[in-house]
């Protein structure tokens, strides 16, 4: 009888922790903090630019820029076309005062390995 008492409290141990930390990530990932967040709150510009890839109406001046210095491509990436696009625009982002931001977690709304964050002067 002992033995299954022991049994139960490891199962409800087990429970109550599971359910703890699934809420605890759940509230981690509804807190998304940076650049790669829904909504794209850095306005971010893919490297290399893609044909693909949805221009908006009010893009950065710096992705511009760079779309206007490298042309976009349709190669998939590991094609000598997209490591030669992508060597071009990272240098064209550099050089017209971006920070480059590697993907490390791609998803539907960030599909791209690379990201251009373009300076943005604070709002005062």
Excluded: H, W
């Excluded at 290399?48 to 511009?64: G, L, Q, V, W, Y």
């Amino acid at each position: 009888m002992q033995l299954k008492l022991i049994n139960l409290m490891r199962v409800l141990i087990l429970l109550v922790s599971s359910i703890f930390l699934c809420s605890l990530a759940t509230l981690v990932q509804a807190s998304c903090k940076g650049c790669l967040c829904v909504g794209d709150p850095c306005r971010l510009c893919s490297l290399p630019p893609m044909t693909t890839d949805k221009i908006a109406e009010d893009e950065p001046e710096t992705c511009k820029k760079i779309r206007d210095q490298v042309a976009p491509i349709s190669s998939p990436p590991g094609t000598n076309e997209y490591f030669a696009s992508i060597d071009k625009s990272t240098m064209a982002c550099i050089k017209n005062g971006g920070d480059v931001i590697k993907n490390s977690r791609r998803s539907e709304a960030f599909p791209a390995r690379a990201y251009c964050k373009p300076y943005i002067p604070p709002k005062n």
